[in-house]
Nanobody, 123 residues
């Protein structure tokens, strides 16, 4: 079992930056890949970025490539999502998720989820 807790969300203005954190506890020694997703009202959960346990492989959705960066610090059992040049359309609840081995873009392939953190970007 892995427990995930996101933090770092908030209200910002367009063009600002935010860094989200996802703290993991439980079986963190296993080879878990991590992903970041977001969901806004009436929309499906959207993949944003993923990273392997080693950090050697990352992948991004086209919608955030070049603006968002995923990273992890396994000594702190924490994954980060650095978000730059935020836009009003980035407003959503942001979730981190874990699955073994490699990150995928499909939410139903992840085994563990955090509760989410709200990000609101005003224009």
């Amino acid at each position: 079992q892995v427990q995930l807790v996101e933090s770092g969300g908030g209200l910002v203005q367009a063009g600002d930056s935010l860094r989200l954190s996802c703290a993991a506890s439980g079986r963190t020694s296993d080879n878990y890949a991590m992903g970041w997703f977001r969901q806004s009202p009436g929309k499906e959960r959207e993949f944003l970025a993923g990273i392997r346990y080693s950090g050697s492989y990352t992948r991004y959705a086209d919608s955030v490539k070049g603006r968002f960066t995923i990273s992890r610090d396994n000594t702190k059992n924490t994954v980060y999502l650095q978000m730059n040049s935020l836009k009003p359309e980035d407003t959503a609840v942001y979730f981190c998720a874990a699955r073994l081995f490699s990150p995928t873009e499909y939410a139903d392939e992840y085994d563990y989820w955090g509760q989410g953190t709200q990000v609101t970007v005003s224009s």
